[in-house]
């Protein structure tokens, strides 16, 4: 054993002891020489006390280094797991198989509020499987053996679940995905959509220009301008960059149609969301109208069938009564006219 001096700290010894952490004194129990006989034999026989404490400052820098806190960013989350190898790279199978297992698990639960509530979430993650586990042990209290193990099949499917998250800290993974304006494709985030778009817009005009200098033969210029250029562009022709226009065109209209316009607008805005969704519930009352009156009108249709029915055999009597009326009048007026004949005109029946 041998005595160490901190002459950064006047006010305390250290005695270092070989292979373990330095003791330190207070300036009362060692004030002296380091050659004060029955002080130093005391000094050391309390360095080897069980009570004796640790050194001031590493004392200290342990207890600063415990509270400093761990900032995650949440859009890095899972790639901080994987990189600290905290969950495995392919969790992503394994998380589908239990998302399966889950499934299945709750066709059968037995009757309770709270398992209800959560079940009634959309996701069901790990914390609601342990919460579950915990509620079926008074649920099936009466299947567990004396060796402390459930008989009950609900109870093993759970558990077979909760064992599957908790192997390579599976349940980690799924709490680290991206939500949010992070988790958006580069189609599905406004900004970076829009400048795909503007770089396809140009690369469509930078190719369509150059199938139009490839056409003029004599464009020196051009053929300049590409001599140091790769290889990869001085061995393009004329009709693969026609086709290449025709392919960026064709993506380009996909993109700006109409429809993807209402998609990406639906995507970003919920107020155009809610603004088409009161579009279509008038469309729907509009239809359900016209269906009330398209109902009416074939009422009414039956109902004209019917009147058209009963008249018909009134209007047959009505024309052979007129008929009768037309002759007797034609024959009036030609025995006025020494029996000349007489058509009255006009009217067909």
Request: aromatic share 8%.
């Amino acid at each position: 054993m041998k005595e160490v001096t901190d002459h950064k700290e006047p006010y305390q010894k250290t005695i270092q002891r070989d292979g373990n952490r330095p003791w330190t004194l207070p300036w009362d129990f060692h004030h002296g020489t380091k050659s004060s006989g029955p002080l130093s034999a005391g000094l050391e026989l309390w360095a080897k006390m069980p009570f004796a404490v640790p050194s001031v400052r590493e004392d200290i820098e342990a207890l600063d280094h415990q509270h400093v806190p761990i900032d995650i960013q949440t859009s890095k989350l899972l790639d901080w797991l994987v990189d600290r190898r905290h969950c495995n790279l392919k969790w992503q199978s394994l998380v589908l198989t239990i998302r399966e297992k889950i499934n299945a698990a709750i066709q059968d639960m037995p009757e309770s509020e709270e398992i209800a509530q959560l079940l009634s979430g959309s996701y069901i993650h790990y914390f609601h499987c342990l919460r579950i586990v915990d509620l079926l042990k008074g649920t099936e209290a009466s299947t567990k053996n004396i060796f402390g193990r459930y008989s009950s099949q609900r109870m093993k499917d759970w558990q077979e679940i909760v064992a599957l998250y908790e192997k390579d800290n599976i349940y980690l993974a799924p709490e680290g995905v991206a939500k949010g304006p992070d988790a958006l494709t580069l189609l599905e985030y406004p900004e970076t959509r829009n400048q795909f778009i503007d770089e396809l817009m140009e690369l469509e005009i930078f190719l369509t220009q150059r199938a139009v200098e490839m056409s003029e033969e004599a464009d020196i210029l051009s053929v300049s301008q590409f001599q140091l250029a790769p290889a990869i562009l001085q061995g393009q022709t004329k009709a693969k960059m026609v086709t290449m226009v025709s392919a960026l065109q064709d993506l380009i209209g996909r993109l700006t149609s109409l429809r993807m316009q209402h998609l990406f607008m639906i995507l970003a805005s919920p107020r155009y969301v809610d603004r088409v969704t009161e579009f279509l519930q008038q469309k729907l009352k509009q239809s359900q109208l016209l269906a009330l009156k398209k109902e009416l009108m074939v009422q009414k249709q039956q109902e004209a069938l019917q009147e058209q029915a009963a008249l018909e055999p009134k209007l047959d009597l009505l024309l052979e009564k007129t008929k009768e009326l037309q002759k007797l009048i034609e024959a009036d007026i030609s025995k006025r006219y020494s029996g000349r004949p007489v058509n009255l005109m006009g009217t067909y029946l």
